[in-house]
T-cell receptor, first 118, second 110 residues
């Protein structure tokens, strides 16, 4: 079955520590995304990547970093610079098309990683 | 920045009743998407309605779009306890990224 796998499901971060959240997809999608969701809130875009070896900042990129070395993988690092990291992190992927055709592509989501501070 | 805003924020109904959720957005769109999120899980795409469509159906779901009012509604008919979830609308922003509203939390009581 094709899908998106996020790991771990739960993660705890110590003061001053960087932690990396994994996201892998076997849907052959070009585009991948990272979102942050706070309790009772919608999703906010952290970073996105439309092609391997390229990524762009979203609305709340400060304190986060990403890499896209492989089409299937888009790991997110929550750095010590992110002072309020406690949240639910969601990874998504989609087919990427230029222009109006790209508008109609739904995003497929993993089941998230819940990050807390120790 | 949030493009879509859902209303109400929370909705509680009895099984068998219909549930209606509304979404308002700010700028012109090519389409609007609705997603569902079960507690502690990722989002699942439900339905997409294009700007030249006024109504679309999928099973027990009915979505309407009024571009003159910049609003959309999601109707779930004959609700079931399994429909308990949060529902989000999503539109594309100026940077062509999906922007999600804050969601409507639906509880269907058996």
């Amino acid at each position: 079955d094709g899908g998106i796998t996020q790991s771990p499901k739960y993660l705890f971060r110590k003061e001053g520590q960087n932690v990396t959240l994994s996201c892998e997809q076997n849907l052959n999608h070009d585009a991948m995304y990272w979102y942050r969701q706070d309790p009772g809130q919608g999703l906010r875009l952290i970073y996105y990547s439309q092609i391997v070896n390229d990524f762009q900042k979203g609305d709340i990129a400060e304190g986060y970093s990403v890499s896209r070395e492989k089409k299937e993988s888009f790991p997110l690092t929550v750095t010590s610079a992110q002072k309020n990291p406690t949240a639910f992190y969601l990874c998504a992927s989609s087919i990427f098309r230029w222009g109006a055709r790209g508008d109609n592509q739904p995003q497929h989501f993993g089941d998230g990683t819940r990050l807390s501070i120790l | 920045s949030q493009q879509g805003e859902e209303d109400p924020q929370a909705l509680s109904i009895q099984e068998g009743e219909n549930a209606t959720m509304n979404c308002s957005y700010k700028t012109s769109i090519n389409n609007l998407q609705w997603y569902r999120q079960n507690s502690g899980r990722g989002l699942v795409h439900l339905i997409l309605i294009r700007s030249n469509e006024r109504e679309k159906h999928s099973g027990r779901l009915r979505v309407t779009l009024d571009t003159s009012k910049k609003s959309s509604s999601l109707l779930i008919t004959a609700s079931r306890a399994a429909d308990t979830a949060s529902y989000f609308c999503a539109t594309r922003n100026a940077g062509n990224m999906l922007t999600f509203g804050g969601g409507t939390r639906l509880m269907v009581k058996p």
